[in-house]
């Protein structure tokens, strides 16, 4: 999956869902691009706890607002298969 933003504007959301498990499923993200860790965007994690009989968890992407003119940078993150 993979977003594309630019700095100004609000980062997309995007929602995946399972079916409830009555475990704690951890979900590992990888993340790639042209879009530098900290000083384009910022991360609330690098995986997503999913708590027993719970459908979803979360990670947040927030992008780091400067005052560079810059063209938009791809981040993509990647679910384990």
């Known amino acids: 999956m993979e977003a ?5 504007a609000a980062a997309p959301r995007n929602r995946h869902s399972v079916a409830p498990s ?3 499923v951890t979900v590992g993200l990888a993340f790639s691009g042209t ?10 994690g690098t995986s997503i706890v ?3 009989g719970s ?3 979360t990670v947040t992407l ?3 607002q400067d ?7 791809p981040l ?3 679910f384990p298969a």
């Not at 879009?35 to 910022?42: K, Q, R």
Request: proline letters at 8%; a neutral charge.
């Open 4 to 8: 594309q933003w630019p700095k100004q």
């Open 22 to 24: 009555g475990q704690t």
């Open 35 to 44: 879009a530098t860790l900290t000083s384009d965007y910022t991360r609330s």
């Open 50 to 52: 999913i708590p027993p």
């Open 55 to 57: 459908t979803n968890g």
């Open 62 to 64: 927030t992008a780091v």
């Open 67 to 73: 005052t560079l003119d810059e063209l938009m940078k």
């Open 76 to 78: 993509s993150w990647i």
